[in-house]
């Protein structure tokens, strides 16, 4: 499998996830008014926008153009755009609810929240699930160097953000774990209210701009 068929699979996969209720990982975002204007960050292949929103016109941002032309190929519905959570490329004050499931991880979360709560409406909710320490530990296949080396990158940046709101670049890559502590400094920081935690299925935080 190279690795256009493995971001393929992967995204098809979730898709799957997305519209099975009874999966174990399935977490879908909120149901919204029609007119609502819904924004999903790392949105792959708009896997969650297809599931969440059938039939009506949202926005999926990605640094992925594979994803973005396997999700051109899945709907017109999603206007897709290639870029970085960390610079929207959308006018401020533009979405009611802006949507990133497993997504910011990877990207310097102190500027994403940043652009997140810029593109907002006053009132407008930011949904995110996120990963807890646990769940990283368990991704470790400790026999391969490459991955416990990661790893020691990844609890030294999630360290960072939660002592200090800040990360590290690494080769140009940004991964860190979260804690509720620190997303709730990060969260206050960048300007947001209201912030709701609910550790059910995902590690999943709400929170009003
Ligand atoms: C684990 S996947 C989640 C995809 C989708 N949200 C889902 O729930 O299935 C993480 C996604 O975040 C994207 N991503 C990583 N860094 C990003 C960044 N800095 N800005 C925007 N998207 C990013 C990846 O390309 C990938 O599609």
Not at 70 to 93: D, I, K, M, N, Q
Not at 186 to 199: E, T, W, Y
Request: one cysteine or more.
């Amino acid at each position: 499998m190279n690795d256009t068929d493995s971001v393929a699979a992967y995204h098809e996969q979730e898709l799957r996830i997305a519209r099975d209720p009874r999966h174990p990982s399935h977490e879908l975002p909120p149901a919204m008014p029609a007119e609502a204007r819904i924004l999903d960050i790392g949105c792959g292949a708009g896997q969650t926008l297809i599931a969440s929103y059938p039939g009506r016109l949202s926005f999926g941002l990605d640094v992925d153009l594979g994803a973005l032309r396997l999700g051109r190929g899945w709907t017109s519905s999603v206007a897709f755009a290639c870029g970085r959570a960390e610079a929207l490329p959308y006018r401020s004050a533009d979405f009611d609810l802006v949507v990133a499931r497993v997504s910011l991880p990877y990207t310097d979360i102190t500027r994403s929240l940043h652009e997140i709560h810029r593109v907002l409406k006053p009132g407008g909710m930011v949904w995110m699930t996120l990963h807890p320490l646990g769940l990283r530990t368990r991704q470790v296949r400790w026999a391969r160097w490459r991955s416990w080396l990661t790893f020691t990158y990844v609890l030294t940046n999630g360290l960072c953000l939660h002592v200090l709101q800040k990360q590290f670049s690494f080769f140009g890559r940004h991964e860190s774990f979260q804690t509720e502590g620190g997303m709730r400094r990060a969260l206050r920081r960048a300007g947001f209210h209201d912030v709701k935690i609910d550790r059910k299925r995902h590690f999943l935080f709400t929170a009003r701009a």
